[in-house]
C-alpha cells in the first residue's frame, strides 16, 4: 500500500489493477482491505452512478481460491476502457454495496463540481454543488464542506484583492458566494471575536466578512466572520493584530480593540488536516 496526499477535499482508497485481472473479469481485493469485505462467499452489489445495482459473485480468502475477489466485471471494464495499471476508487456504500469508479473518472467529476462550487453565483448553486460532490464521495456535506475549507486553506499564495471600476468610482471585489457559504457553515453566522450573531427576519444569521488586510484577496486565512459591531472597530478603532509566527500570512490568533484582547476562533485548529490518497496493489496473475 501507498499513501499519498490527496489533491481532492478527501480520503479515498485505490486499487491499481492488473491485465491478467482485467482478462479474466476479476478484481482481486488486497489483505490490507479485506475489512471492507464479507468473510464468505456469496453476492456483492456494485452500484451505478444512476444508483441501480449490479449483482457481482464474491469470494472471501476463506474460499477454495484462496484469493478476496469479485467477479463479473468484463463489462465494467469494457466499459470504461481499464488498462494495465488503472486505479480504481473503491468505496463502501453499505452492507454488501460497493462502488468502483476509475480514478481519473472520480477525480474529474469532483474537481468539475468544486470549479462550478467555487463560480457559484448563489447560495443555492454553490450548496447544490457540494451536495453533488459529496454524494460521490460517499461522505457528509458537513464532511465535504470541512475539507473543501482545509484544502482552500492550504493555497500556499495570497492574492492581491481585486479592484473593480463603475463610472469613475472603484471598490475592492466582494468575497465571492462559495467562500462566504464554507464561513457561514463552519462558524454558523458567529463572530469569531465575540460568538455574537442574531437571526434575521428570513431564519439565516446575520454575519459580516472582514478582510485582515484589506489590499489582499479572498484566501481563507484573510476572511474573519464578524458582527457588525467587531467590523466597524476593525475600521475605526486602535487595532493591534497577532499572527501565528508572527507571519501575517498565517492565522490571525488575537485583536486588540483600544487595548482590549480577543482571541480569535479558527476552525481549522479543529478540523483533519490531512487528506491521503491510499493506492492498493492487486498481485500479478
Not at 4 to 15: A, E, Q, R, V
Not at 143 to 149: K, L, P, Q, V
Not at 151 to 174: G, M, Y
Amino acid at each position: 500500500m501507498e499513501i499519498k496526499n490527496s489533491d481532492l477535499p478527501l480520503s479515498y482508497k485505490t486499487i491499481k489493477v492488473t491485465q491478467g485481472r482485467i482478462n479474466k473479469g476479476l478484481l482481486a481485493i488486497p489483505v490490507s482491505l479485506i475489512d471492507m469485505f464479507p468473510k464468505k462467499r456469496g453476492t456483492i452489489y456494485l452500484s451505478n452512478q444512476d444508483g441501480s445495482l449490479n449483482k457481482k459473485t464474491f469470494s472471501p480468502y476463506s474460499s477454495s481460491t484462496r484469493e478476496c475477489r469479485i467477479g463479473g466485471l468484463q463489462e465494467f471494464y469494457k466499459k470504461y476502457s481499464v488498462r494495465n495499471g488503472d486505479e480504481l476508487v473503491i468505496q463502501k456504500l453499505e452492507d454488501n454495496i460497493y462502488r468502483l469508479t476509475p480514478e481519473n473518472i472520480f477525480s474529474c467529476r469532483i474537481k468539475k463540481l468544486l470549479n462550478r462550487f467555487e463560480n457559484s453565483k448563489t447560495s443555492e448553486s454553490a450548496k447544490e454543488a457540494l451536495k453533488q460532490a459529496a454524494k460521490i464521495a460517499n461522505i457528509t456535506l458537513q464532511e465535504m464542506i470541512e475539507n473543501e475549507f482545509v484544502r482552500l486553506s492550504n493555497e500556499p499564495v495570497i492574492q492581491d484583492r481585486k479592484i473593480k471600476s463603475n463610472n469613475a468610482k472603484t471598490k475592492r471585489e466582494a468575497v465571492p458566494v462559495s467562500c462566504r457559504e464554507l464561513l457561514r457553515d463552519l462558524y454558523g453566522g458567529r463572530c469569531q471575536l465575540t460568538n455574537f450573531s442574531f437571526i434575521m427576519k428570513n431564519g439565516e444569521p446575520y454575519f459580516e466578512i472582514h478582510h485582515i488586510n484589506p489590499k489582499k484577496g479572498h484566501h481563507l486565512k484573510n476572511l474573519l466572520v464578524v458582527s457588525p459591531n467587531a467590523h466597524a472597530q476593525f475600521t475605526f478603532a486602535d487595532v493591534e493584530l497577532g499572527f501565528e509566527n508572527n507571519n501575517p500570512n498565517e492565522w490571525l490568533r488575537t485583536v486588540k480593540f483600544n487595548g482590549e484582547t480577543f482571541n480569535v476562533l479558527q476552525k481549522i485548529d479543529f478540523l483533519q488536516k490531512a487528506l491521503s490518497k491510499e493506492m492498493h496493489h492487486d498481485m500479478p496473475q
